[in-house]
Structure formats: structure tokens, C-alpha cells
């Protein structure tokens, strides 16, 4: 009798460690798509922030430049050579191109 309730335990303790087995099994895969869902999000949020870093280095870039274009003379100046090929009376201008690397 004392070694069928011994078995008995065992047995019990074997279920138990199945059953607890069995249930986080349950409980990861009912949690790995949302998790899959969870890092294709973060990722996609990770390529936006990289967007919009891109923008604001742009924006801050066209801001810097409008307010030399309309507080410094000399930029304006320099601007206006360069964009709109203009020079002064009896000025010599050498242009000189580079070549792209592809």
C-alpha cells in the first residue's frame, strides 16, 4: 500500500509539472503574435523617428539660411553670386565642376 501511494505522489508531481508546463506553453504562444505585432511596430516607429530627425535637420538648415539671406548682407551677396550667376562690373568669374562619383 505504502509504495501504490508513493507511486501515487510521484504521479501527481509529474501531472502537475505537465499541466504547468503545458499552460506556459498556452500562455507564450497566445502572447508571441502580439509580440511579433509589438516589435514590427516599434520598428516602424523607429523609421519615422529617423524621418523626421531627416526633417528637422532640413528645416533647421532652410531656417538658418533664410534668416543669414535676411539679416547678413554678405551672405546675401555671396547667395546671389552664386545661384543667380551674377558678378560686379569688370569682375572675372571661374567656375570650376566637379566631377560625381557614382
Known amino acids: 500500500m505504502l509504495a501504490r501511494t508513493r507511486f501515487l ?18 500562455v507564450i504562444a497566445k502572447c508571441l503574435p502580439e509580440f511579433r505585432k509589438l516589435q514590427s511596430s516599434e520598428d516602424e516607429l ?11 535637420a532640413r528645416y533647421d538648415q532652410q531656417l538658418r539660411e533664410y534668416r543669414a539671406l535676411e539679416q547678413d548682407p554678405d551672405f546675401l551677396e555671396i547667395y546671389g ?10 569682375e ?3 567656375r570650376f565642376s566637379r566631377e560625381r562619383m557614382p
Open 92 to 94: 572675372r568669374v571661374f
Open 46 to 56: 523607429a523609421l519615422i523617428q529617423v524621418s523626421e530627425a531627416a526633417v528637422n
Open 9 to 26: 505522489q510521484r504521479l501527481n508531481v509529474v501531472a502537475f509539472y505537465s499541466l504547468l508546463i503545458i499552460a506556459c506553453g498556452g
Open 81 to 90: 553670386r552664386d545661384r543667380l550667376d551674377l558678378y560686379k562690373d569688370g
